[in-house]
């Protein structure tokens, strides 16, 4: 960077002798070189980036461990971790949310789980993928007396991201983790062995047809284009009730100006 023809940026693996760019390096402003080991270092003689990558390396081990090692084996140009152009498929996706008020109601606690199940499901076909597994859970405040929390979760016997499916399969569940009189604050639904939506392994014992799975995929695609054409809500699923009382407050939120181009402030000059 003290040098302009840089432009701030230098690779080290371009050059035929780095020796002498590393020795203009002093250990203090080695990436990964904090206060304390940089003074280590010159204690035992290591004042520059060039004698950290040619020390002994069990000297360096026994000291950082294998951090203090990637950061040498960097220094000679070996890459110790991959770069990532594209993020890792997720293993899991969660919905939950805290509610307004505490609910009582099984109908209640019913209408909270689809309306994450269908939030679910959206970011399943988001994601371009179907799980295998859900898990429904709820419990009250943990800060209030008599703490109750449970859990209710089964397998699909075909992978989906089909709203309808995952609703059949979810709200059973419901009412093995609701207990009355119970003042529930919070719910959620986890789907989990998420696999890509590319391919769809069969089952002997469920028929499938290639048509009907066609016209619900074109089925939940017109309504996903719906919903973000028109707003999230426009086309709604009855299991998931009209204005539940329910639902998180989010009168005083803040805008999202970064991320919302409707948020975005405008000057009239």
């Known amino acids: 960077k003290q040098v302009p023809a840089h432009a701030g940026l230098f690779d080290l693996g371009c050059c035929n002798d780095p020796d002498g ?4 390096i002093a250990i203090e402003d080695v990436w990964g070189i904090g206060r304390k080991l940089a003074l280590w270092c010159r204690l035992r003689g290591v004042s520059n980036a060039r004698l950290l990558r ?19 084996w ?12 594209a993020p890792a498929a ?3 996706t969660c919905v939950s949310r805290s509610f307004s008020r505490p609910i009582t109601s099984l109908d209640e606690l019913r209408q909270a789980v ?4 269908v939030r679910a499901a959206e970011k399943l076909r988001k994601q371009r993928q179907r799980t295998a597994a859900l898990t429904v859970y709820t419990r009250t405040s943990p800060f209030a007396p008599g703490f109750y929390s449970q ?9 989906s991201n089909d709203t309808a499916e995952l609703l059949a399969a979810t709200l059973p569940l419901v009412d093995r983790i609701f207990r009355p009189h119970r003042q529930l604050a919070k719910a959620g639904v986890l789907m989990q062995h ?3 939506s590319e391919t769809l392994q069969g089952h002997l014992m469920v028929p499938t047809s290639e048509e009907e799975y066609q016209r619900r995929r074109d089925l939940m695609q017109t309504i996903d284009q719906l919903n973000r054409r028109y707003g999230r809500g426009t086309v709604q ?7 539940p009382s329910w639902m998180m407050r989010r009168e005083r939120m803040g805008r999202t100006a970064t991320t919302r181009l409707s948020d975005v402030p405008l000057v009239h000059a």
């Open 151 to 159: 859990t209710a979760s089964c397998r699909l016997d075909l992978p």
């Open 90 to 92: 997720k293993q899991e």
């Open 237 to 243: 699923w009855a299991a998931c009730g009209l204005h």
């Open 74 to 85: 960097e220094l000679r140009g070996q890459a110790c971790l991959p770069l990532d152009l």
């Open 21 to 24: 760019w590393l020795e203009t």
């Open 54 to 72: 040619d020390m002994p390396s069990g000297e360096l081990r026994a000291k950082c461990g294998v951090v203090g090692l990637r950061l040498q």
């Open 114 to 117: 689809a309306s994450y199940v």
């Open 194 to 196: 998420l696999q890509g």
